[in-house]
């Protein structure tokens, strides 16, 4: 994984000459695994438990206890999705459109997830040393949105788009473009194709959490 990050070219040559992806199901076994304790780690923080803060007062101390701990467990069979549709379904809609084989494409989402994890650890910083909640990470175009307006989901789609995931697009794009030997065009609207389908279900989300819960 690490060295596609550090040494891409080299790899993408390899990865097109390879025959056979060595080690595949170990990585994804342990990538998901760590995906569901950065999520529940994001939940013991508190990231996003605003809908159960608001019954702090409601309710007993024990009932309250009992929220924030199926709150945690609900967080990590929720990071367990995520990584399961980042490297699966992803993974599937680009072979289903790309002559990629799976096996490389389910390598290039490794990468993917693993960036998004280290996005996520910085989160936590964040909103632990700083109070920020995830769409006005400095890191996201959420928090320069803020300053010029208060409606929240303008503020939420600018938060979607970080540098991360900006990076996210390109090394996709590389990847895909090399790999498949897919024209320009065609790359770029798959890709972004993808990204917006998720992005609209992060921004539904996340403004149905702050406006219904």
Known sequence: MFKLYIRQEDQLHRIKAAEKIVGLWKRVFLLLLLTVGIYGLMAWFGLGSQPISKQATAVSVSTYESLKLFFVLGRMAYGLLVGVLLLFFSSFLFWGFTRVPYRKLLTMQLNVVGVLLVERIFWIVMMVTLGLEWFVSPLSFGIIAS??????????????????????????????RFIGELARWKTWILVLSVHILYWACAVWLTYFDVQFL
Request: neutral net charge; hydrophobic residues 65%.
């Open 147 to 176: 300053y010029f307006t208060d409606k929240e989901w303008i503020v939420l789609i600018a938060g979607v788009l970080s540098i991360v995931q900006v990076w996210i697009v390109w090394f996709q794009y590389k990847f895909i």
